[in-house]
T-cell receptor, first 113, second 113 residues
Framework: QKEVEQNSGPLSVPEGAIASLNCTYS??????FFWYRQYSGKSPELIMS????GDKEDGRFTAQLNKASQYVSLLIRDSQPSDSATYLC?????????????FGAGTRLAVHP | EAGVTQSPTHLIKTRGQQATLRCSPI?????VYWYQQALGLGLQFLLW???????NRGNFPPRFSGRQFPNYSSELNVNALELEDSALYLC????????????FGPGTRLTVT
């Protein structure tokens, strides 16, 4: 089992729709969760952080965390063609003072006009 | 606030040579992480430096090494380059604390011929 799993996509949604991206993780001790957006050929950009169960909203983005189910998701409302990118889920792993982010392989999102 | 910077943007080397990549973190950030992203693949953790010390390394051979300077900038060295080392090398910085948010630089595209 991979430490962080995402559907590779592509996830295709029409402009204006809600895009739903999902991620599961294996380490029950993880406490910090992140979503990054990566355009082709560019570096990842942090768009959301979430640390507590429930929802966290920032503009058109909502992150949802359920630690009991080891599941984190990202909703993008009113999707725009400019949202077309690969979305990376990352989970912080802190073991014995060693801290690192474990990344999923990413979900490619395509928003079509 | 200036972001993470990396140099050079592109680097072309031949097999067997050495490559040196550089990274300057966000002001106030003491941790620097290095990642490799080969074409079509996910982010693979390489090295973590904090306060001038190597804190953790990923599953990469010893020919991948680096260091962190007193001003917290960092250098990644790749010796005896192989064709499969061709990838985007990303540096991220983090302020040690409760959030564990990592911010990425633009990356260095290394091509080994």
């Amino acid at each position: 089992q991979k430490e962080v799993e995402q559907n590779s996509g592509p996830l295709s949604v029409p402009e204006g729709a809600i895009a739903s991206l999902n991620c599961t993780y294996s380490d029950r001790g993880s406490q910090s969760f992140f979503w990054y957006r990566q355009y082709s050929g560019k570096s990842p950009e942090l768009i959301m952080s979430i640390y507590s169960n429930g929802d966290k909203e920032d503009g058109r983005f909502t992150a949802q965390l359920n630690k009991a189910s080891q599941y984190v998701s990202l909703l993008i409302r009113d999707s725009q063609p400019s949202d077309s990118a690969t979305y990376l889920c990352a989970v912080n792993q802190n073991r014995g003072g060693y801290n690192k982010l474990i990344f999923g392989a990413g979900t490619r999102l395509a928003v079509h006009p | 606030e200036a972001g993470v910077t990396q140099s050079p943007t592109h680097l072309i080397k031949t097999r067997g040579q050495q490559a040196t990549l550089r990274c300057s973190p966000i002001s106030g950030h003491t941790s620097v992480y290095w990642y490799q992203q080969a074409l079509g693949l996910g982010l693979q953790f390489l090295l973590w430096y904090d306060e001038g010390e190597e804190r953790n390394r990923g599953n990469f051979p010893p020919r991948f090494s680096g260091r962190q300077f007193p001003n917290y900038s960092s250098e990644l060295n790749v010796n005896a380059l192989e064709l499969e080392d061709s990838a985007l090398y990303l540096c991220a910085s983090m302020r040690i604390g409760a959030t564990y948010e990592q911010y990425f630089g633009p990356g260095t595209r290394l091509t080994v011929t």
